[in-house]
């Protein structure tokens, strides 16, 4: 029994519309906003200390729930986007957030009352902010990461809808390409914000600092909409899609004693004329109760809508929640990769003691470093993707060269590589700088090149470029249409969980290895402190998460390690059975 409800999610079909010719407004608008948001973030914590008279402490515990509240708004953004706004709106308000949370900010280095007295050097207790100071610097993040909520899962997505042509067979190719292309953009966009937009705020000043951030989000959030014309827009499920999914876990867990079918017949499964999964899969069987019809007078309207949907879901539904619960276990395994990416806060002050001249009159700053990692990254998506690419899909018989899973197996294991290796150059750094005495200053420079940490940079870059990709394919193909943001929004809310993760596993290792009156390994005088114990903990986290990775793998049904999103359809065979209920 078959019966029509609900809004099946539909998609403006206008061949002069979306294609490639709406590549440059989504991913300019992206990188525009990238480089504002990162370019403002990444030197925040030396305006605090100097302008709000925070500690280091302080200032950085700030900017990373700063972090964290931006990435974990990303699956609340992508929930709002696929129910009630669309994308297309999602990444407009989003982009509009943004620019509002950087005038606020750049508003603050131009208006004296907002940040308090510089402390100077003969003052032992400074004026912190004040409640209102704080108030105004609080609402700057808090627009910013509203923003970043909805743009950073809804962005990529967009883009990916405007290269949709179920007919093409080339399409798969093309989309998968995009991705690759998009992140080699964001990559860009982040080396220009930690080496461009510090210089500016070093060299001439916070004022100009925080305003040139704010003309880029002029820029990004034009660009967006001169676009609009040529976009395909895909409308939105009517229905709340996180409503709906608890609903379906509430209703099969109702219909617990409901004894399952023993065949795939669709006569006694809820599913909307309109769509092509007509019974559920056969995996998480217990959910499937949630769209059986038990009795069709008391369950269906006479319009054939459910009468209560705590009670009775469609099939559809029942699968999107099934689909969300598969990519959670991968989901779990990438977040050691993030917290592997974090760590380098550390490296600033190694980075610091050491030479960091690349020209005999050219100093690369401490903080800035991390564009070894940007470079590599986009090296390496840009050589996969043109060279390695076209040999390796003659090897495998994939149009992508390696299936999403080879990818991030590979990523986990570099990243292993590279903790490794972050442990043997931080090992070889502190044993010379003991010899030439120098374990009591901090600040003394080693004679040791700071070159020697750009491979463990660039390992780490190749890393999160396999992986990232890698991850973000795998799920938008196994997420059904109607959650395609929520791909997206998973590998974002990994860097908030990691945020979090990381500073326990940071504050956790400083309290053990510092009782009893001893110096921890974190110390702030790195030469006294043993970072590259710390290192080896991360390098052996992650060939742990590696394993765990392999583990996980074997849970996933997949045809030549790659998996698709087709719909489950039944077939037509007899029905002969009835519900009953167990006893």
């Not at 940040?115 to 004026?127: K, P």
């Not at 590979?410 to 010899?435: D, H, P």
């Not at 043993?530 to 986290?541: E, N």
């Not at 996980?552 to 999103?565: A, I, K, P, Q």
Request: with cysteine; hydrophobic share 45%; glycine share 6%.
């Amino acid at each position: 029994m078959k019966l029509k409800m609900g809004t099946e999610t539909e998609v403006e079909v206008n061949k002069r519309k979306g294609g490639l010719r709406t590549m440059p407004f989504i991913i300019l608008n992206e990188s525009f906003e990238r480089i504002a948001r990162y370019g403002s973030q990444t030197n925040l914590i030396i305006y605090l200390m100097t302008y709000y008279n925070m500690s280091a402490a302080t200032g950085t515990s700030i900017i990373g729930i700063w972090g964290a509240l931006s990435s974990g708004l990303a699956i609340v953004g992508a929930i709002i986007a696929d129910s009630y706004w669309g994308r297309f709106n999602a990444v407009a308000y989003g982009t509009i957030f943004t620019f509002i949370g950087m005038v606020i900010l750049w508003l603050t280095s131009m208006i004296p009352q907002l940040t308090t007295l510089a402390c100077s050097h003969f003052q032992y207790v400074c004026n912190g902010p004040t409640a209102f100071q704080l108030a105004v610097l609080f609402t700057s993040f808090a627009f910013t990461s509203v923003g970043a909520g909805f743009v950073r899962p809804c962005s990529i997505m967009f883009g990916a809808d405007q290269l949709e042509q179920k007919g093409n067979p080339e399409n798969k190719k093309i989309v998968e390409s995009y991705f690759n292309w998009y992140y080699a953009s964001t990559g860009v966009a982040t080396m220009i914000a930690v080496t461009v937009i510090i210089y500016i705020q070093d060299r001439f000043g916070w004022q100009i600092g925080f305003g040139v951030p704010v003309i880029l989000m002029v820029l990004s959030v034009s660009t967006f909409l001169i676009g609009s014309p040529l976009y395909i827009k895909v409308k939105t499920d009517k229905e709340n899609l996180l409503l709906g999914l608890f609903q379906a876990g509430v209703a099969a867990f109702r219909k617990r004693k409901i004894r399952l079918p023993l065949t795939g017949c669709d006569d006694y499964y809820h599913s909307p004329y309109e769509t092509e999964v007509l019974t559920p899969s056969k995996d998480f069987r217990c959910l499937n109760r949630a769209c059986m019809i038990e009795d069709p007078q008391r369950d269906l309207n006479p319009d054939g809508s459910t009468s209560n949907p705590w009670n009775l879901c469609s099939v559809e539904r029942v699968e999107s929640l099934k689909a969300l619960i598969r990519i959670l276990p991968m989901w779990s395994t990438g977040i050691m990769m993030f917290v592997d990416m974090n760590v380098f806060a550390f490296s600033v002050l190694q980075t610091k003691t050491m030479d960091r001249h690349i020209f005999p009159h050219f100093e690369v700053p401490a903080a800035s470093f991390s564009v070894f990692l940007i470079i590599a990254l986009t090296i390496w998506i840009t050589f996969y993707d043109r060279v390695l690419v076209p040999l390796l899909s003659k090897y495998t018989g994939r149009s992508r060269g390696l299936s999403p899973v080879t990818r991030m197996r590979i990523g986990l294991a570099v990243s292993c590589m590279s903790m490794a290796l972050s442990a043997i150059t931080e090992s070889i750094r502190r044993k010379r700088a003991i010899v030439e005495g120098h374990e009591d200053d901090p600040h003394a420079l080693v004679n040791m090149s700071a070159m020697w940490f750009v491979p463990q940079y660039a390992l780490l870059g190749v890393a999160e470029a396999t992986h990232g990709v890698g991850q973000i394919e795998f799920f938008y193909t196994l997420l059904p249409k109607s959650m395609a943001s929520i791909a997206s929004a998973m590998h974002t809310v990994g860097t908030a969980v990691s945020s979090l993760i990381g500073s326990f596993l940071v504050s956790s290792e400083d309290w053990l290895t510092s009782r009893g009156g001893k110096t921890s390994w974190l110390a702030s005088n790195i030469n006294k402190g043993h970072l590259d114990y710390h290192f080896w903990i991360l390098a052996f986290m992650s060939f742990l998460n590696l394993l765990y990775f392999l583990v996980v793998c074997r849970f996933y049904e997949t045809e030549n390690d790659e998996m698709s999103r087709s719909p489950h359809v039944a077939d037509e065979e007899e029905c002969d059975y009835r519900l009953l209920h167990e006893s």
